[in-house]
Nanobody, 111 residues
Framework: QVQLVESGGGLVQPGESLRLSCVAS????????MSWYRQRPGKERELVAG????NITASVKGRFTMSRDDAKKTVYLQMINLEPEDTAVYYC????????WGQGTQVTVSS
């Protein structure tokens, strides 16, 4: 059983930055299996950064960067130049859709 704990969400103004963190439990083999998803209000959950950061969705490319630290079993999502459309609950995932999910962290971008 892999447990994931996200942190770092909050309320920011447009143009500001946030960095999300996700720590995996000891049963996680590698951070290469971890991804970031988000669910915007009224929308389905969507992939933001997959394949350990090698796959960034087009709508956030150039603004979001995923990085990872295997020793800490932690992945990060650095978000810059945030837009109101980035408002969502951000989820950490291990192992794809059939895998494990964190509880989510709320990001709200509003002036």
């Amino acid at each position: 059983q892999v447990q994931l704990v996200e942190s770092g969400g909050g309320l920011v103004q447009p143009g500001e930055s946030l960095r999300l963190s996700c720590v995996a439990s000891e049963f996680a083999i590698s951070t290469s299996f971890m991804s970031w998803y988000r669910q915007r209000p009224g929308k389905e959950r969507e992939l933001v950064a997959g394949r350990a950061g090698a796959n960034i969705t087009a709508s956030v490319k150039g603004r979001f960067t995923m990085s990872r630290d295997d020793a800490k079993k932690t992945v990060y999502l650095q978000m810059i130049n945030l837009e109101p459309e980035d408002t969502a609950v951000y989820y950490c995932n291990y192992g794809g859709h059939g895998g494990y999910w964190g509880q989510g962290t709320q990001v709200t971008v509003s002036s």
